[in-house]
């Protein structure tokens, strides 16, 4: 997984003249969707402001990528899971609420849910919202929870990724979220959705905890494409670090989320201005090729190279989601292996090869 996101489809992409925005129809979160993420070795976000460049190629894999899935619920309008934690969303018009979140052993809800974003969100709009509620800890203490949210579009430029492939098309937002809460031993009568009684907490200290998430999104992709977040308990003159974090989501299997054909012409049209000035393909890559496409029993995969490089192939759907992993190679010049197609059932796949430094995907369709 190491070289899982060193090249993908769609990246190489023109600079755009015309500033780019966020819109509710393009970046709100979907029930049913899945997206794959993968933590990496934590970088500074660095400055806010125009014209910036951030400089990511050398991001270093932490962990395996898994998938945040989007659901939703009878008492949540969206619910998004990742690594155990539940986030509580909420729709309002053109604006994104968050409602809470819900761990293995922590479960808070906001009754008056945070504005997180709202759209459309463009270099140096803000937005911002308090939210307050109740918590439940360990099943031993119960909280009362309150703090504010601030949202500002505060970046923009291009990203370069891996294999120096850049984005240009990026606005960066900044969310600062700072979360009072004040314990006290849980009760018998607790009820997480009932009001507190607000004298029993009277006179505790609050426990501070302040996180700044940084999003990088690019034109024509729904989600962020990188992320970063740090967290800290105290004020700004007494604070003590928690975690940081940064996290990277691949463009390309973003490029295959369902129904969302909004994106999808963006992502045409830039894919297609970037054709019309194609320079001369330098990639180590001379051949590749699955066939038949369309498969119905054994699908032949046939690769040969410039040079001899270490090779990668992955089985996956569309959602990007790994169903079969072939042994690796190196270093090789050429390269064939075959899968038995009888085995899936009928539908859209994909097979990436990972080649040295360099990534390349097809689309096939199993009949």
Known sequence: ???????????????????????????LPRAGDELMKEQVVFLEPGEAGENQTWDFRDIRLIEDAYIVHYFTRDDWQIIGTENGKLSFLQVNGDSLLTGGYETPFDLVKYRVPGLLLRFPIA????????????GKHHDRLESVVSGEIQSTADATGSIILPG?????????????????????????????????????????????????????????????????????????????????????????EQAYLPEDSANKVILERKLAAKKTKMVKNESNILSFSCYPNPVNETLHIELSFRQAVAVHVDFLDLHGRLIKRFPSKSPVTYYIETLDAEAYPAGHYMVRVTAGSEMVSEKIVKQ
């Open 164 to 252: 120096k492939d850049t984005l240009n098309s990026v606005t960066r937002v900044h969310i600062r979220k700072t979360e009072k809460a004040r314990y006290i031993p849980i009760s018998s009568d607790f009820e997480i959705d009932h009001p507190a009684i607000d004298s029993l907490f009277s006179g505790i200290e609050p426990d501070v905890i302040t996180t700044d998430t940084y999003q990088w999104y690019e034109e024509g992709y729904r989600y962020p494409v990188f992320e970063t977040s740090i967290s800290y308990r105290g004020d700004s003159i007494k604070k003590l670090l928690i975690s940081r974090n940064a996290y990277f989501y691949h463009p390309a």
């Open 1 to 27: 997984m190491k070289n899982f996101f060193l090249f993908v489809i769609f990246l190489v992409l023109l600079p755009i003249s015309a500033q780019s925005q966020l819109k509710s129809e393009l970046n």
């Open 123 to 134: 270099y140096g709009t803000s937005s911002q919202g308090q939210f307050k509620g109740r």
